[in-house]
């Protein structure tokens, strides 16, 4: 096996100083797919590098067809800014924008395939759509980094905001692989996985509990950004009469519960969780040991946020993967606002009842939570496997 290391320099500090990430490569040397890992685009999201750990520990002596790319704290400026105790690393604090939001989308949706720097996929489906998979595919990933390219020959001409250039870096490389993994956590969370509609079936393999089946719309993420092109090349050639394709690329987010904290023995799981999908996919020669827990599906649409009603101190009552009723006690929010006589000082506590019947999927970190904030978010509708 062939290791290799690199730094990328994403941006330069006003005193000169360059910001850089890590790039870990391994290459087998054994022909076979490419995989791609990344984790804490949003800096506080920090048990996707103990995963990352566990990963390339098991990959030393585990034999392996093909190759890896890894990019453990994938966003350095975020993952180093603190605020006291918090990780201020989710939003740019220049530009304002999420950090997981400004990946750049490859397709001209104009359908005239006149976008100077994307791709037009019905000029592609006129050369190349009547010609094998194995070479569609191989000219699409060339159109692919092509975009890209432009896209950085645009950059440097107009320049661009750091998360953008960051993201820009990062997608360059995804795009070249066959296997995505973007791992995330949410503030207080269980378990769960984005997957796109076309391979929630294979996505069942990674073996996590709860998965949100989102449609083929780009709106800034990485795993939009990587299986976006796919999907709408396979509809193009479906509306040729191409219904022979099969996409062999995948690309997910996965969610490893909370924030701002690692967890080095359920980081063991989670890694094997992720070689064993690739021991199925035919990567690894070895499969590992997992438990397989009851699966959930939800589509996007029925993954819901509930916002706090008021500002105040909150009571937490049910944990993230829970199934609660409608009716049943979420939390309690303490608020002395309206207390006027000592005698209605209960009217201080002001319960959350869940409105529908639901599956507990996240809630806000802090017990100190503003009107608005995002207090929980869960799945309704959903089908259990």
Known sequence: MKFTKERKTIARKVNGQTQDILVFNLDSEIPGPHIYIQSSVHGAELQGNAVIYKIMSALKSLPFKGSFTIVPHANPLGGCLKMGDYTFGRIDPISGENYNRTYFDTIDKSERGDDSIRIGL???????????????????????????????????????????KLCLTLQEMAARADYVFDLHTAPVATHYVYTPEYCKESALQLNFPNYIVIPNEFAGALDEATFCPWWSLKDELSKRGRDDIQIDFESYTIELCGEEVIELERAQVEASKILNFLHLKGVIDQGMEVKSPKQVYCKLENFKTYHAPMGGLVDYHKTPGEIVKKGEKLATILSFMGLERLEEIEKCEHPILAQEDLLLINHFASAAAPEGADLFQYFTNFDEI
């Open 122 to 164: 019905s000029p592609f489906c006129d050369e190349h759509g009547e010609k094998p998979w194995s070479e569609i595919k191989k000219f699409f990933q060339e159109e692919i980094q092509n975009s890209i390219n432009k896209k950085w020959e645009d950059v440097k001409i107009h320049g661009m905001h750091f998360p953008n």
